[in-house]
C-alpha cells in the first residue's frame, strides 16, 4: 500500500513521537514478561493502561507517565507528530488486549500468548523503527465500510 494511499486519522494534536516509541518499548517489555511468565496480571494492567491511553487518559497512564520521565532524562528533543494514529493504534491494542484477557480466563493460555506475539510485533515496529501500523489498519476499514455500502 503506497503512503499516498493512506487515509490516516488526524485530529491536529500534537504528541511527541519520541514518547510513544518509548512507551511501545515498555509495552514490548510487559507483553514479553507475560508470554515468558504466563501471570495474568500483567496483561490485566495492559489493558487498563492502553484503556486510559486509546480514551484520551495519557496523565493517567502509567506507561505514558514512565516515558515521559524516561525522554527527559535522555533529554531527547521533541518530534511532534499527529495523535490520531497513534490513539487509534491503542484502541487497536486496547481491543487486542481485551481478547487476551479472556483467552486467560476461559484457559485459552496459547491463544492469549499468540495474540500478545501480535502486540509485540507492532509494538516493536513502533518503537524501534517507528512504523505506525494504525494509518493502515484505518484505510483497510475505512475501505471496507465503502465496499460493504456499496460506495
Avoid: H
Wanted: proline share 4%; net charge positive; with cysteine.
Amino acid at each position: 500500500m503506497m503512503n499516498e494511499k493512506l487515509n490516516c486519522p488526524v485530529d491536529f494534536v500534537k504528541v511527541d513521537e519520541n514518547r510513544v516509541r518509548v512507551t511501545a518499548f515498555f509495552v514490548i517489555v510487559f507483553s514479553v514478561l507475560y508470554v515468558v511468565t504466563g501471570v495474568w496480571i500483567i496483561p490485566a494492567l495492559l489493558l487498563v493502561d492502553f484503556a486510559l491511553r486509546a480514551f484520551n487518559l495519557n496523565t493517567y497512564s502509567p506507561l505514558a507517565s514512565l516515558s515521559g520521565i524516561v525522554v527527559k532524562q535522555m533529554d531527547l528533543k521533541p518530534k511532534p507528530v499527529d495523535r490520531a494514529p497513534k490513539r487509534f493504534a491503542a484502541y487497536i491494542g486496547f481491543g487486542f488486549l481485551i481478547l487476551i484477557v479472556i483467552a486467560l480466563f476461559t484457559n485459552l493460555i496459547i491463544e492469549s500468548k499468540i495474540l500478545a506475539g501480535v502486540i509485540i510485533l507492532f509494538a516493536s515496529l513502533e518503537s524501534f523503527v517507528g512504523f505506525c501500523a494504525g494509518c493502515y489498519v484505518y484505510t483497510l476499514i475505512n475501505r471496507f465500510k465503502f465496499q460493504v455500502k456499496g460506495e
